[in-house]
């Protein structure tokens, strides 16, 4: 089975940016579908983005779509998530998640996914 660090998180001001990383290991890298989810205190986890196998799919929620970017490198075992002109309510922990998947598509639901890395955590200050 696989493990996910996340790493890249911080204190940024409104409109700025952010490229949190998480890192696998443990297994074929390139078996899973990645996925990233925030949680903002006091509420729900949310889905943000998933990326294919390939990385040739994408799916973004709504109040990221234009401003995140969801990427991988096969060959580092890595996902990113590059977020631009980032906003206040943007302020949570982040998590990706990794989910064995024999199809070319995206995951947007995070009880589908098996594995998750410990978060890493993002403050947009005003």
């Known amino acids: 089975q696989v493990q996910l660090v996340e790493s890249g998180g911080g204190l940024v001001q409104a409109g700025g940016s952010l490229r949190p990383s998480c890192a696998a290991s443990?297994?074929?890298?390139?078996?899973?579908?990645m996925g990233w989810f925030r949680q903002a205190p006091g509420k729900e986890r949310e889905f943000v983005a998933s990326?294919?196998?390939?990385?040739?799919?994408?799916s973004y929620a709504d109040s990221v779509k234009g401003r995140f970017t969801i990427s991988r490198d096969n060959a580092k075992n890595t996902t990113y998530l590059q977020m631009n002109n980032l906003k206040p309510e943007g302020t949570g922990d982040y998590y990706c998640?990794?989910?064995?998947?024999?199809?070319?598509?995206?995951?947007?639901?995070?009880?589908?996914?098996?594995?998750w890395g410990q978060g890493t955590q993002v403050t947009v200050s005003t």
């Open positions: 443990g297994d074929t890298f390139s078996r899973y579908v």
């Open positions: 998640a990794a989910e064995v998947r024999l199809l070319t598509n995206t995951v947007v639901t995070s009880k589908e996914y098996d594995y």
């Open positions: 990326l294919s196998r390939s990385g040739g799919r994408t």
